[in-house]
C-alpha cells in the first residue's frame, strides 16, 4: 500500500508519470483534485463526478471538524460512506483554514486555538487532535498540521518552519491508523535555503509522500515557479509530490514540469459557478453578450454532459435568469476540463512529447490578464472561507 512507482519520466523536464496505490484505488499520476469543501463537490453528485473521470477527492478538516463534526463521519464510517464517493480521498489539516479564516488565532509551540469563523465558539488544533480528526474521517491520504507564513516574510517563515517540522513529526508519531499515507509539507515562503532545508528536514522524517504548501497565496507566479525549481528536487524521487492548492491550467502545465504529481484546487469550480468556463484557448464568461445566440457549445469537441447538450446561448441564459442548472452544467464542464487535460499531459509524459505538449498548451492558452488575475486571487482569498 502507498507504493509511488515512476511509468516514466521526462528527458527534458523533471515531469514524470506514476501511479499511487491507496486503499481506494490507484491514482495515476500526474493528477488533479476537485476540491469537495464541506463533503461534496459543490453542485455535483458523486455519479456526476465519476462521469468527468475524476479519482481523487480533497475535503477539508476545518470545515467538518465544526459542523457536522469529524466524529459524526466517523460514525458514519468515514468520509467515504459518509458523501458516497469510493474512491480516493484527500484530507488536508485544517491548518489552512485555521490560519486564514478562524477569528482570534493564537499560536503556541503546542498548538492553536481559535474561534469558529461559524459561531464564535473556541477550539484548539495540535498535531495530535489534526491527526485524530483527519482518523476519524478516514480520507485514503493525509496531511501533517503546518503553519502557512506569508510568502514574502522571512523572519516569520523562519519561525513558521520551525514549527512545522517539529509538528510534522508529533504528527507522524501520533498516526495509529496504517491504511492512511500521511504527508509532509515543505514550507519556506520564497526563500530557497529555507525550502530546501524544509525538504530535508522533512525527508528524514520519511513520509509515504511529501506536500508543498504556502504557494499560491500572494506572490507571483515567477517566484511560485523558481520556489518549486529549488524544492522538487529535494525530495524523494520514490515518493509523489503534491502542490497544495494550485490548479490554475497554466500553473499545472508547470508543476507538472517541474516534478509535481499531485494537484487541488478549488478554482475550476469556484469560477465555474461565476459563469466562467476554461477552454484550450482560455476562459471564457458565460454572462457575456456575445454568446447570447451562440449555437456551439462551450467547447467543441469536449465529451462532457454540458458540452454534449447544450449551447452556450442557452448556458447563458441559465445564468442570467438564475436557474440552479447553470451553476451545475458550468462546473460538469470545467471539472472535465481539468480531467482531460491530466490525461492529456500524462500521456504526452508517456509517450516522450511533454515539452511539445506543454508549449502547444501554453501558446493557445490566454492566461487572464490582470484585472482576472486580481480576481482570481480574491477567488483564492474567499476560498479559505468556503
Ligand atoms: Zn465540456
Not at 192 to 203: C, K
Not at 298 to 323: I, M, T, W
Amino acid at each position: 500500500m502507498f507504493e509511488y512507482t515512476l511509468i516514466a519520466g521526462d528527458s527534458n523536464t523533471a515531469a514524470r508519470a506514476g501511479v499511487f496505490q491507496t486503499p481506494h484505488g490507484t491514482l495515476r499520476t500526474p493528477v488533479f483534485a476537485p476540491v469537495g469543501t464541506q463533503a461534496t463537490v459543490k453542485t455535483l453528485t458523486p455519479r456526476d463526478l465519476r462521469e468527468t473521470g475524476a479519482s481523487l477527492v480533497l475535503s477539508n478538516t476545518y470545515h467538518l471538524y465544526l459542523r457536522p463534526g469529524t466524529e459524526r463521519v466517523r460514525d458514519f464510517g468515514g468520509l467515504h460512506a459518509w458523501m458516497g464517493w469510493e474512491q480516493p480521498m484527500l484530507t488536508d489539516s485544517g491548518g489552512f483554514q485555521v490560519f486564514s479564516l478562524a477569528q482570534m488565532r493564537k499560536l503556541d509551540p503546542d498548538g492553536v486555538t481559535f474561534r469558529s469563523h461559524i459561531d464564535g465558539s473556541l477550539h484548539r488544533f495540535t498535531p495530535e487532535s489534526a491527526i485524530l480528526s483527519q482518523e476519524s474521517l478516514g480520507a485514503d491520504i493525509i496531511m501533517c498540521l503546518d503553519e502557512c507564513a506569508e510568502p514574502l516574510d522571512r523572519k516569520y517563515n523562519e519561525e513558521a518552519v520551525a514549527r512545522t517540522h517539529a509538528w510534522a513529526a508529533r504528527c507522524k508519531a501520533a498516526q495509529s491508523r496504517t491504511d492512511q499515507a500521511l504527508f509532509g509539507i515543505v514550507q519556506g515562503g520564497i526563500f530557497p535555503d529555507l525550502r530546501i532545508a524544509s525538504a530535508r528536514t522533512l525527508a528524514k522524517i520519511d513520509f509515504p509522500g511529501y506536500a508543498i504548501g504556502g504557494l499560491s497565496v500572494g506572490e507571483t507566479k515567477a517566484e511560485m515557479y523558481a520556489t518549486l525549481d529549488v524544492t522538487t528536487p529535494e525530495l524523494p524521487a520514490d515518493k509523489p509530490r503534491y502542490l497544495m492548492g494550485v490548479g490554475a491550467p497554466e500553473d499545472i502545465l508547470e508543476g507538472v514540469a517541474r516534478g509535481i504529481d499531485i494537484f487541488d484546487c478549488v478554482l475550476p469550480t469556484r469560477v465555474a459557478r461565476n459563469g466562467g468556463l476554461f477552454t484550450r484557448q482560455g476562459r471564457l464568461n458565460l454572462r457575456n453578450s456575445r454568446y447570447a445566440a451562440d449555437p456551439l457549445p462551450v467547447e467543441p469537441g469536449c465529451d462532457c454532459y454540458c458540452c454534449q447538450n447544450f449551447s452556450k446561448a442557452y448556458l447563458r441564459h441559465l445564468f442570467k435568469a438564475e436557474e440552479i442548472l447553470g451553476l451545475h452544467l458550468a462546473t460538469i464542464h470545467n471539472v472535465r476540463f481539468m480531467i482531460r487535460l491530466m490525461k492529456e499531459v500524462r500521456q504526452s509524459i508517456l509517450a516522450g512529447t511533454f515539452p511539445a505538449f506543454r508549449q502547444r498548451f501554453l501558446a493557445e492558452y490566454e492566461v487572464p490578464n490582470q484585472a482576472a488575475r486580481h480576481a482570481q486571487l480574491e477567488a483564492r482569498k474567499q476560498r479559505k472561507q468556503a
